[in-house]
């Protein structure tokens, strides 16, 4: 078997397994909670919590929010061109019309990058139970993405995977990159990041 054929056929499989998870045909409780999963991924609510943890937390906490969010700053960078260039077309479904429309591609998931991301920035971070329940949270997420036909398995297991090496990287770097910033933002700007 050549390439391009084992390539093909691994795409028919991630189609089959992920149809086996969409829960169209469940009970409506089962879905709603996917829906409410799925949107508690939207990256809106992940900036309106950082903002606010930056405006009243403590010098710990501004730090962490800064730097979780240069973090998701760089996994965009990465992600969304890997989207672009692979363009790989959502399921085909009726639900998040406008997201269909607006962003059409689906490899790999956003929701599913960001939410991880988070996660193993905590992990490197702390505190221990915040990592503990953003993990879950986002492996929840990435679940309920497929489960409501946004994304094939594949998809968010791409999300997952380019979460991991960019926070990875960015916690190896991040102290030194935090430390200029904070040194050009009392130079310049007069105005302390924590």
């Known amino acids: 078997m050549d390439i391009k054929s084992e390539f093909k056929s691994m795409l028919k ?13 469940l009970p409506r409780p089962i879905r709603k909670t996917s829906e409410i ?15 606010l943890i930056w405006l009243i937390g403590n010098i710990f906490w501004k730090e962490w929010a800064i730097t979780v969010a ?24 009726l639900w998040e019309r406008k997201t269909r429309k607006k962003d059409p591609d ?18 490197g971070l702390g505190p221990a139970w915040l990592a503990v329940l953003l993990w879950v949270w986002a492996l929840s997420v990435s679940l309920s993405r497929v489960s409501m036909g946004m994304h094939f398995i594949s998809d968010t ?9 960019v926070g990875v990287v960015w916690l190896h770097f991040h102290e030194g990159v935090l430390q200029y910033l904070v040194f050009l933002s009392l130079r310049y700007l007069h105005f302390p990041l924590w």
Do not use: C
Not at 14 to 21: G, L, N, R, Y
Not at 71 to 93: D, E, F, S, T, Y
Not at 106 to 123: D, E, I, K, N, Q
Not at 157 to 165: N, P, R
């Open 106 to 123: 689906s490899f790999p998931s956003g929701h599913a990058a960001r939410t991880l991301m988070l996660a193993v920035l905590a992990t």
């Open 70 to 93: 240069i973090g998701l700053g760089l996994l965009a960078l990465v992600q969304l061109p890997i989207k672009r260039l692979v363009a790989r077309k959502r399921p085909i479904g």
């Open 157 to 165: 297991i791409g999300g997952l995977l380019l979460a991991v090496i």
């Open 37 to 51: 999963l799925s949107y508690s991924g939207k990256s809106i609510w992940e900036w309106i919590a950082l903002v």
């Open 13 to 25: 499989r991630d189609k089959e397994w992920s149809d086996i998870i969409r829960i169209e045909n």
